[in-house]
């Protein structure tokens, strides 16, 4: 039977650089954020209900989503939150069911990385699950500097997901990315050690 480690964190927190590495030590990694985009693609079940939903101009003149202008609609208000979080919510799970399923009749060991691991409910998925964790002020600032947004709109995004900080009560291993790369990279090195031994 597979053993599945869900990877979980905030926007800006540094998700993508520990499945990147985990990727490059050849460990299998679905990917909730590229579920999605293919679930956003043009014609795709998330997109219909998108446009469905908040109308055309939240489109580019190619016909695909226009991810900013989206981001503004849903980060707008709590019931724009709340609907986004059940109707795409419930799309994403169907879908993520069909990706670990198959992974798992051919994998010993993998991950997921699902950035609404505990607020959707996937913790009874995995047999661990890792946090990769920064302080609120270093998630303020990558997230300014990646997406180049004010202080006010980072914090706006910042509000609509639960605090690191709590999230820390739900997991089985923090991974502080505070520092430098490598002592990331240790971190995970140490605990990719542990579960080849178990």
């Not at 109308?55 to 991810?67: E, K």
């Amino acid at each position: 039977m597979a053993r599945i480690i869900g990877l979980t964190g905030g926007i800006a927190s540094g998700k993508s650089t520990v499945t990147s590495y985990l990727k490059e030590k050849g460990y299998p990694v679905i990917d909730a954020d590229r579920v999605v985009h293919d679930l956003q693609a043009p014609g795709g079940e998330l997109y219909r209900a998108l446009v469905e939903h908040f109308g055309r101009d939240i489109l580019l003149d190619t016909g695909d989503l226009n991810r900013p202008a989206l981001a503004q609609r849903i980060f707008s208000s709590q019931k724009e939150i709340a609907w986004s979080n059940q109707v795409q919510g419930e799309m994403i799970r169907k879908a993520l069911v069909r990706e670990r399923d198959r992974l798992a009749k051919i994998e010993d060991l993998f991950f997921m990385d699902i950035p609404l691991l505990i607020e959707q409910g996937y913790l009874d998925w995995f047999d661990q699950v890792w946090l990769v964790y920064v302080t609120e002020d270093t998630q303020l600032q990558r997230l300014m500097e990646r997406n180049v947004l004010t202080g006010v709109q980072a914090r706006d995004r910042l509000a609509a997901q639960m605090p690191l900080d709590e999230k820390k009560a739900f997991v089985d291993l923090v991974i502080d990315n505070n520092s430098t790369r490598d002592y990331l990279y240790q971190q995970i090195d140490r605990a990719l050690e542990q579960i080849e031994r178990r």
